[in-house]
């Protein structure tokens, strides 16, 4: 596995907005910063998006503070093709399991296409394969996690050996040593089932003789019992020709029967039809009596109503005329009125003028008879004309009183008579115009009916008419011709199937005593057959046993053989089982990796200490009661100049340098084997254990294998140690919130 980029999200002290790791092009790069900045961190988000798991107890505790999801997705190399993985986990509610949600990916051109499994689980799997190996086998080999360097050393030799079949691919041995197991006893039950089998054979093919006595005296009484059965059968055959006969003209009996049936109902429908008919034609006749009888009603009162508008025409003349004269006194009554207005004008002209003249008299009085002048010209007058103006104007009043007076008596005469038109017009006009219009409408009513007589005579006519020919249809029976033909038809088929009817039912009289006695001789023949029946079952079952003895005998053999081969094949599978077992091909193999893996470490970790330290790696150890085989096992003994000790009495600067010599001798191991493709190196910390020349040698000793693997990835807080490293991945927190950057 070799990664390319890393995104996270949420994960751990990394916040939201972080840019992505790129890796592509990085071979060994030196992963720094202050410790509890982050560093260990972008190692645990690898291995949480791969395997699921991380330094933290649960997945709860890997999630930023104060968020609710996570998120790192990782594209990496493996077996030449590209993968991307994306893991997701957040929290719901209260609860503490949360929610994980898992993608896998393949690269396929420009774009990835997904090949993940319904599960979590399922896909876990699926990466678990692409990369050959469970997370405690990459924490135990390729990644020196911070605090767990020695941890193949301090574990066991069983978990040791475990790590190590892991890198080897012994998995597959394990798989074929459990085949091999399923077919040794698959041919067990194969071999316990055939020799049953075996046993049964022998019985079954022992029994021969009795089958073939029994099948002897079968065939004896078969041959009695079937001269009886045909001679009973030839009988049988007489008495069903005679049924037969009898049962034909039963047949056709039936079919008379049904015939006439037809017959019966197809007269009745007939006679329904020329019923419903007559029905019919009965009521339209009745309808057109009722229409007649309406009719007649109707031109009797247009004719009335004709001799009644004629009544009227006197009477609404009359009113006519008096609504001319009506008419003439209005028009007298509009003259009248505007001769009393000429009147009233005349009067109100009169009194003005003779108030006019009244006011020059009496300034003609009022002026001194030496001075006085006139009135309208204001010359002055003399006595001889102021008395003759006096004399004129006094004669003037006089002619406009005696005119005023004229004028009003006048219109006092034409107010009255204008009352009296007026009171009379009033009283009378309004009840001749509401009697003049009733009998106007009356009339209008009365002649529109007498209109509408010539139609109604026209219509009556035709309505008799046709009444009389409907009545003519009826008692004539001019209606349903053809129904009445094919009812004729059907009469004389009805009384030709009776006929019939009747001689087949005389010709069926003896067919019950036929029948009783076919199916008493019938009974007697299925008694025979019945007796038959046991006998031919037993007589082909006892031929079927001797027929199955002869094939039992041949399958007798065949069996035996197969047993002999079963064994064989069970002994073949048995060594196979033993031989891919851990005592056979794996330990074989172990044995012959444990050299090459001791060579490897050994030679680092004289590079490491200048040559002082060495280390022995173990496979097998003789019992401790010295009887059997050895126990097959993985122990190490650490030897130095003071000589071999236990791993325990060794400075933690020692300690480390050991187990870094064994884990990077087993990432080299896992990087060399095919089917274990993890060609990447993750060295967490470890350098604060060592002084300045134990720093040094573990420095050399990084550039001395970095050939032998795509990526080295090494963690420190130390910063004198940067500037060995030509890629550093800087990494630093602010508010709480880490990110990185490449130099």
Request: with cysteine; net charge negative.
């Amino acid at each position: 596995m070799i990664p390319v980029s890393l995104t996270l999200r949420n994960f751990l002290c990394y916040g939201e907005d972080v840019p992505p790791l790129l890796l592509d092009g990085v071979h060994v790069a030196c992963l720094c910063g202050p410790n509890g900045h982050g560093k260990s961190s972008l190692l645990d988000a690898m291995t949480w998006a791969l395997w699921g798991f991380a330094r933290a107890k649960n997945q709860e505790e890997l999630i930023h503070q104060g968020q609710r999801e996570m998120m790192v997705a990782l594209e990496f190399n493996a077996r030449d093709q590209r993968y991307r993985v994306e893991r997701r986990h957040s929290r719901v509610g209260r609860s503490r399991q949360g929610q994980t949600g898992l993608e896998l990916q393949v690269s396929q051109g420009d774009t990835f296409v997904p090949i993940s499994g319904s599960t979590v689980r399922e896909t876990e799997l699926k990466i678990q394969g692409i990369l050959s190996m469970d997370y405690q086998t990459f924490i135990n080999s390729a990644f020196l996690r911070q605090g767990d360097s020695d941890l193949f050393t301090k574990a066991g030799p069983a978990q040791r050996k475990k790590v190590l079949a892991e890198i080897l691919s012994l998995s597959q041995y394990d798989l074929l040593e459990e085949l091999a197991k399923g077919h040794v006893a698959d041919r067990e039950a194969s071999i316990q089932r055939t020799s049953g089998e075996v046993d049964q054979l022998r019985l079954e093919v022992a029994r021969r003789p009795e089958y073939q006595e029994n099948l002897t005296r079968v065939d004896i009484e078969l041959r009695s019992l079937q001269g009886r059965l045909d001679a009973q059968e030839a009988l049988v055959r007489q008495q069903w020709d005679a049924l037969q006969a009898l049962t034909g003209s039963q047949a056709r009996l039936t079919e008379v029967m049904n015939a006439y049936t037809q017959f019966s109902d197809e007269r009745n429908r007939l006679q329904n039809v020329l019923q419903q008919e007559q029905q019919r034609l009965n009521w339209e006749a009745f309808s057109l009596e009722q229409r007649v009888g309406e009719l007649t009603a109707k031109v009797a009162q247009s004719l009335e109503a004709n001799v009644e508008a004629q009544k009227l025409v006197p009477e609404i003349q009359a009113l006519q005329d008096q609504e001319q004269a009506f008419r003439r006194d209005r028009d007298a009554l509009s003259r009248i009125g505007a001769d009393a207005q000429e009147a009233r004008r005349d009067l109100e002209r009169l009194k003005v003028e003779g108030t006019e003249l009244g006011n020059k008299l009496s300034m003609l009085h009022l002026g001194d008879h030496q001075d006085t002048h006139c009135p309208l010209c204001n010359t002055q007058l003399g006595e001889e004309s102021r008395g003759h103006l006096e004399t004129t104007y006094e004669a003037e009043i006089e002619d406009k009183r005696n005119r005023y007076a004229e004028t009003n008596q006048l219109l006092k005469e034409l107010e009255l008579k204008e009352k009296s038109l007026a009171e009379s017009a009033g009283r009378n006009e309004v009840e001749l115009t509401r009697r003049l219009t009733q009998l106007t409408a009356q009339q209008m009513d009365l002649s529109r009916q007498a209109a509408e007589t010539p139609g109604l005579q026209e219509e009556l006519s035709g309505a008799q008419a046709e009444l009389l020919a409907r009545r003519r249809m009826v008692d004539q029976a001019q209606f349903g011709q053809a129904e009445r033909q094919q009812l004729a038809i059907v009469e004389e088929q009805l009384a030709t199937t009776g006929k019939e009817r009747t001689t087949l039912e005389e010709a069926l009289r003896p067919l019950p005593q036929v029948k009783a006695s076919y199916e008493q001789e019938m009974a007697q023949m299925e008694s025979l057959r019945r007796q038959r029946e046991p006998l031919a079952a037993q007589e082909h079952s006892l031929r079927e046993l001797l027929s199955r003895s002869d094939r039992m005998e041949k399958d007798l053999e065949e069996r035996q053989r197969a047993v002999a081969g079963l064994a064989d094949e069970k002994g073949l599978f048995g060594e196979l089982a033993t031989a891919f077992g851990k005592g056979g091909i794996q330990a074989l193999i172990i044995e012959s990796a444990v050299p090459e893996l001791e060579a490897e470490a050994n030679a680092l970790l004289a590079r490491l200490t200048d040559g002082r330290m060495a280390l022995k790696l173990e496979t097998q150890r003789e019992r401790r009661m010295g009887k059997g085989d050895p126990i097959e096992t993985l122990e190490i003994y650490i030897g130095d100049e003071l000589g071999t000790r236990s791993y325990e009495l060794f400075s933690g600067g020692e300690a480390f340098r050991i187990n870094f010599a064994l884990r990077v001798s087993l990432s080299r191991l896992l990087a060399r084997r095919s089917g274990a493709p993890l060609p990447t190196l993750f060295i967490d910390e470890g350098f604060g254990t060592q002084d300045a020349a134990g720093r040094e040698r573990l420095i050399d000793a990084i550039r001395a294998i970095q050939d032998d693997f795509e990526r080295i990835i090494v963690i420190t807080h130390i910063d004198e140690l940067k500037e060995a490293f030509p890629t550093r991945i800087e990494v630093s927190k602010t508010d709480g919130k880490s990110t990185f950057w490449i130099n």
